[in-house]
């Protein structure tokens, strides 16, 4: 299976898995076109579309591909308007060109939002970015922070194919917190570069995540400190509050 990212809108990601029989999944369809040039180009033939949530630069260009090719569509409740023919929620497992996912709910961007996971990859949409946590439009703190912790459970080589391009914007924000750390701030300077090749950051690696990403970072103490939020055993999603709360004013 080959995984292919496609720039599309400002700074959206829409992913591609194929095989070597010119068969793909397309996930989180935010416009059609790119998509459409990228299955010409490649000779590739959807056979599903996967969506993680209901907003419009997710599933934006799912009527215009189904003109195409009217292939099954995979997504939360929340998208049935959108264009979801088949409905899935959490433990649900499809086989998809050979490949099981299991569906994961991950609410706190909205409140259905999903993920697909199928060793090593995972859909996260909207939830986890590279260095970062998507934002709070529907769900609480409390949801978001369950959400990432069930991430968290994946194996470290979990790849995390984020639906945005914010790693570098993220890492600024965690290295102004934690100017110290440097495994962030070498990481902050290494995507620099890579942006200015205008090459993506995505997808990334749990491993990797559990470094830079503050938002798995919410037991640390300095970080604790830094937010002036420490947390109880069991209450660390307060810690996470804070966090997200100080990102949005980043």
């Not at 599903?48 to 997710?58: C, E, K, R, S, Y």
């Not at 600024?172 to 995507?191: H, K, N």
């Amino acid at each position: 299976m080959n995984l292919i990212s496609i720039p599309a809108l400002a700074d959206n990601y829409i992913w591609l898995l194929h095989n070597d029989d010119s068969q793909c999944l397309v996930v989180d369809p935010g416009e059609a076109a790119p998509v459409l040039q990228a299955l010409a180009d490649r000779h590739l033939t959807p056979v599903a579309i996967l969506l993680t949530h209901h907003h419009h630069d997710h599933v934006g260009g799912v009527a215009e591909l189904l003109r195409h090719f009217p292939v099954p569509v995979y997504g939360p409740e929340e998208t049935r308007a959108k264009g979801a023919t088949r409905i899935v929620s959490e433990g649900d497992t499809l086989t998809l060109l050979g490949h099981t996912f299991s569906i994961m709910a991950l609410p706190g961007h909205t409140l259905g939002h999903i993920g697909f996971y199928g060793a090593p990859w995972l859909f996260s949409g909207d939830t986890v970015f590279s260095a970062g946590c998507g934002r709070l439009f529907e769900g609480t703190p409390k949801q978001m922070y369950a959400s990432f912790q069930k991430v968290n459970q994946l194996p470290p080589d979990t790849l995390i194919c984020a639906a945005h391009e914010y790693t570098s914007s993220n890492l600024d924000f965690a290295a102004a917190l934690l100017p110290q750390d440097s495994v962030i701030t070498g990481y902050q300077r290494e995507i620099k570069e890579l942006r200015l090749k205008n090459q993506p950051s995505l997808p990334t690696t749990l491993h990797l995540e559990r470094q830079i990403n503050l938002f798995l970072r919410c037991h640390d103490i300095d970080l604790q400190n830094k937010l002036n939020a420490h947390s109880a055993s069991g209450e660390e999603w307060r810690v996470f509050a804070a966090l997200r709360e100080k990102k949005d004013h980043f």
